[in-house]
């Protein structure tokens, strides 16, 4: 019998388990329509915040040796002003996960009321993002802060399903999603880019990025992604999207094991191009046909079995 490919739990209620994550396809609907008729599972806004914001002058995004920098700044036209946008996406046929981010506790609750009226299957907080001063990673290296974060936006949603998106440099990622867990968090993502790190330009001996240093993303952060994944898996009972490092059904199998229910590929596209979604699913699911499982529910967190 062929595997069940689909994921449904509170949560998660999509196709297949395969994920575009915030950041890659900023406010363009036909680019998201697209990724995901070419086989995602589900779409994740690039993150909303409250006012317009330019993103950092180029260069924001720079290769290295074994993964991509980028800091772009988390340009936003700001919910105001994007009544367009929403207009076409009242068309959308796929799950819409919507990052939004506050420069302030109230900002964020301000920015989900407004959001969560447009009726996302999920909202995700960013509070993660390395690439701006004062605001964003330190809100998810503070377990109060973030737990803070997620009270007030639960307050404001409703029903739709609040989901905080941790960063790998906090001291102790698994008390920060612990606490977001009791204030009301419905599931996590982890993780957003790590460092951040930077390049150099051996000729201008300059920092390559405008902003200096970036976020870092790509297979080379796939241990650290596992690693998280699996000690936030042990200290919360919600469900784990998985990011980090994806590039193939084995690293997706392999997050999965660690405790992720669906997974997010984002740095991957740059080299697979959209038909990863489909290729990867495809991929998933020969790996499953040759390891006997059925269900993708069998794979989450087996990796704890004793
Ligand atoms: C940006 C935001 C992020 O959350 C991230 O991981 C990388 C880059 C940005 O907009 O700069």
Redesign the pocket.
Known sequence: MKPDLKIKNKVFDFRNPTVLP??FFGEKFGEMQEIYDSGAGAITLK?IGPKPRKPHPNPIIVKTEFGTL??????THGYKNMDEFWNKMKKRNFPLIASIYGTTINEFAEVAEFVAAKKPEIIEL?V????VEKFGMPFGCDPKIAAQIVEKVKAVTSKIPVMPKLTPQANDITGVAKACEQAGADAITAI??VGPGMKINLKTKKPILSFKK??YTGSAIKPIAVRCIYDIYESVEIPILGIGGVSNGEDAIELMLAGASAVGLGTVLYSRGKTCFKEITKEIEDWMIQNNYGKLSEITGKSHDL
Request: net charge neutral; proline share 11%; glycine share 22%.
């Open positions: 915030s950041g993150s980028n800091a772009v700044g988390l340009p960013n993660s993002c390395p690439n957003n880019s970036g976020g």
